[in-house]
Every structure is written in C-alpha cells, then in structure tokens.
C-alpha cells in the first residue's frame, strides 16, 4: 500500500522539524487530527495580511456540487469520497505524460513557502491559509510543449461516493497557460496545516485567488496540456452567466445580481458588505495578463 503523505511532504521543513518534537511521533498527515495539527509557520509573501477565517468557517459553508446545493452538504456528504490511494494524470501537451502520485505531485516543489493566506471571494469572501505548491512546478515537472496554451483541469468522477445531481460531471475547468503559470496559482493540498479536508476538495484543487471561486477546481484527477480553450462546467451549463475567464470583476453585475459587494464570512450577519476589489485585490500581481483585452467581453 502506498504511504500516506507526512508533514515533510506538505509543510515547510523548518515547520516540520519543530512541529516534530510537539506532535512526537503522530507525522503522518492522514493520523494528526484538527486540535494537534495547528501550525504557525511563516506565510509566503505572496499572502495577504488579513486575519484569516476560522477552521471551522472554512470547512462548514462550502460549495462541492457533487455532494449537493447546499452550502453545508459537502462537510454533510464528501466524506464518503475515497482519496487514499490518489494520482494525477497529467497529458495532453507535455514531455512526460502519465499517472503521478499524489506524494510525487507534492514533491515537486521546494518545501520553503508551503503556506499562502490568501483572500477569496464570490458573494461572499474569506481568508484562508493554505498550503500548497505553484502549479507552476507541476507544469515544469511534466515539460510544456511548445504550442501548449491552456491548462485543463477535471475532478474525480464516482458517481457511487457523490451523491449530487444537475451538472454533467465531472466537473471541468480551464485556465490560460500564462494564468496557470502565474505564482499566485497553487495546487493546495491542506489547509491551517493539516491535510485538506474532503469538503475544501481533498486531497488536491487548485486556488486561484483573483478569479471567482468557481474556477478553483476540487479534487483534481486530471491535468491536460491543451492548444484550445478548454471547456468549462459553469460556461456549459449557463454560456451567457459565467464565461471562461471569471476574473473578479466588480463594475460588472451578473446578469442575476451585482457584484460590486461581498458578505465578509466571520463579520456577522448584521456587518455591512463591503466593496469587492478588482482582480479580488490582487490588480497589482495580475491586471497584466489582460492588458488589451476587454474584460467586459471576456468575463
Ligand atoms: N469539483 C468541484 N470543484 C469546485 C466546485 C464544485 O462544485 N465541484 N465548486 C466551486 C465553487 S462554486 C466554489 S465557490 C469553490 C468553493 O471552495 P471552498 O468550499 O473550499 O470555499 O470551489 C469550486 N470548486
Ligand atoms: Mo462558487
């Protein structure tokens, strides 16, 4: 049987080493439950300096369709997913395709900066302190080709662990090569140092923090190196309400609400919403990538 991951695969070593001696002996991620495995290990500074939410804010309001609509059916419901034995198969335009281990995928980055805080945002907004590695690491470990321009991204599909209906699964997503390259685009593998539970898209999804949330695909099984613009499952289902791109766009309603503000989890109900930021804040590392295009029409 293969071994679960450790500390030492998805935490900082200099973390690892001290957590060590405090958690003596109970190393494997799979083993440490919530209260042990608490880590304050230096955020990268890609993070940022917000408080970040609550264990329990961040894992109990959460959207996994295939476990149902509603914001507390996936902590209800994914923990029926298998995710131990778990591999990544990584195609379509690269040097090395094939079947990777989940423990080889997290090897593929240096163990410094495993944690990024970072914000994200839909109608609502959190921060949450991943950890995680650039995706950009996995690509270089799998070599692009030349004439690569998209990343395509698809979650496991086990229609007897999912019990959720209404979307063709499995669930699709797609980011533009330069996007899926960028730093601030992580494969996260746990969350507040300990593994990611299944609800937040154990064992593997991806993060990306200026986007609406609905492009940080969940329990990844799959990644394709493709020349064209990969299909999307919420571009799918409704062409005209989410296209690909997704960029957080507060001058730009949804056809079926505004987006100019968002409910801070954790502020309380009665809390004023508070203005959305372009690119969800992240206009500085990011609005670059779309210089020339009109984000009006690729939104
Ligand atoms: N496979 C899969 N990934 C998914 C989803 C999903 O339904 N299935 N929902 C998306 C949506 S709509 C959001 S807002 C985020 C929520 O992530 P969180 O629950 O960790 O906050 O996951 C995204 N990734
Ligand atoms: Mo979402």
Redo the contacts with the bound molecule.
Sequence with gaps: MRKTPTWADVTPKAQFLRRREVLAGALAVGLAGPAAARIDARPSPLSTEAKPNTYEQ?TS???????GWDKDD?KAHAGRMTTDPWSVEIGGLVERPGSYALEDVLRMAPLEERIYHFR?V?AWS?V?PWIGLPLSAVLDRAGVRPGAKFVAFE??YRPSEMP?TG?DW??V?GLRLDEARHPLTILASGLYGEALPK???APL??VVPWK????????IVKITLTEDMPPT??NRLQPSEYGFYANVNPAVDHPRWSQATERVIGAGLLAARVPTQPFNGYADQVAGLYQGMDLRTFY
């Design positions: 961040i309001y959460n959207n996994f369709y295939e476990f996936p994200c839909e959190m949450i979650t496991l959720g979307i499995p669930y997503e609800q937040n898209g999804r991806l609406y949330g609905f492009k940080s695909i969940k329990s499952s919420w």
